[in-house]
C-alpha cells in the first residue's frame, strides 16, 4: 500500500510539473487553432491595458525613469506581467513565478536590477500561447530560443515549431510575426551569425503592416506594453538587398515568420 501511494504521489508530481499544467484548458488543448488574428488581438489587448503608450523615439535619446515611474512595478501591473511569465513559460520553471517586481521567492528585486527579469520574451511567449499555439511554438524567457528554433526549422525535414528564421533584406514581415534586434553586447548581431544559443535583444509582434511601415507591439518596452513604427522599403522589407538597414533606430538582424493553422 504505502508503494502504491508514492508512486501515486509521483505521478502526481509530474502531472503538476507538466509544461502546459498552468495553462487555461482553452489554451492547452486549445479550443481553436492557432490564429493570427487571435495573437494580434491578445497584444492589442494588453497594448491598451498599459495605457496605450506609442514610443518612436530612439533609445537612449530619454533620461532612464525612476522606479516610481515604471509601469511593471505599479499596482495592478505588477501582477499582469506576472501572467505573462506564469502562462508563458512552462511549469516548474523559477521564471514562471516571476513578476514585474518579485523574484521566484516572491522577494522585492531592486528596479535598478530589472534587466534580470527583463519580460519581453514571456510577454511573447504569452500571446503564443493563449493564441492557440500550443506544442507549436518554443516558449522561452529569451527571444533567443525560437529565433534559433527557426534557425533550425529551416534545416529540418521535420521541424518540431511553426516558426522561420528570416533574412531582413530577403523577406517582408507579415502581420503576426516578429522582428528582433541584438542589444548591448550584441547589438552587432546578424543572421550570419545564427544559431546562436543566447543574447541580448528584443523581439516585437508586428500587428499591421502598411506601405513603408510596420506597426509593431512589444512587452517591456519603457517597462510596460508598447507599440511603435518601424520604417521598411517600398517591398516591404526591413533592409535593402546589400543589407542596409532603412530602421536607423534598432539594428534588427533576423525575422521570425510564425506559421499559424489560420489567419
Known amino acids: 500500500m504505502r508503494r502504491l501511494l508514492l508512486l501515486a504521489s509521483v505521478a502526481s508530481l509530474a502531472a503538476c510539473t507538466a509544461p502546459d499544467a498552468h495553462v487555461p484548458p482553452f489554451a492547452r488543448k486549445p479550443y481553436e487553432p492557432f490564429s493570427r488574428t487571435d495573437a494580434i488581438a491578445i497584444a492589442m489587448d494588453e497594448w491598451r491595458l498599459f495605457g496605450s503608450r506609442i514610443d518612436d523615439s530612439a533609445p537612449g535619446s530619454r533620461p532612464p525613469p525612476l522606479p516610481s515611474q515604471k509601469p511593471e512595478r505599479w499596482p495592478g501591473f505588477w501582477e499582469r506581467v506576472g501572467e505573462y511569465w506564469w502562462i508563458g513559460m512552462n511549469a516548474g520553471t523559477r521564471f514562471s513565478r516571476w513578476t514585474g517586481k518579485h523574484d521566484a521567492e516572491g522577494r522585492v528585486f531592486p528596479a ?12 511573447i511567449s504569452y500571446v503564443m500561447r493563449e493564441a ?6 518554443p516558449y522561452a524567457p529569451d527571444h533567443a530560443f525560437y529565433v534559433d528554433a527557426g534557425w533550425h526549422a529551416d534545416r529540418s525535414a521535420h521541424p518540431r515549431y511553426a516558426v522561420r ?5 530577403d523577406y517582408a ?14 547589438r552587432n548581431l546578424r543572421y550570419r551569425n545564427l544559431p546562436v544559443p543566447f543574447f541580448y535583444g528584443h523581439c516585437d509582434l508586428v500587428t ?28 516591404g522589407m526591413l533592409a535593402t538587398p546589400d543589407g542596409h538597414l532603412v530602421d536607423p533606430r534598432y539594428p534588427w538582424f533576423v525575422v521570425v515568420h510564425v506559421l499559424y493553422d489560420r489567419d
Open 173 to 186: 514581415p507579415e502581420t503576426g510575426d516578429l522582428i528582433c534586434f541584438g542589444s548591448g553586447p550584441n
Open 132 to 137: 492557440g499555439a500550443g506544442p507549436q511554438f
Open 208 to 235: 499591421a503592416a502598411a506601405p513603408q511601415v510596420l506597426t509593431v507591439i512589444g512587452g517591456n518596452v519603457d517597462d510596460a506594453v508598447t507599440m511603435k513604427h518601424v520604417p521598411t522599403t517600398k517591398n
Open 112 to 123: 535598478s536590477e530589472d534587466l534580470h527579469y527583463a519580460w519581453s520574451a514571456a510577454f
Open 165 to 169: 528564421a528570416e533574412r531582413v533584406e
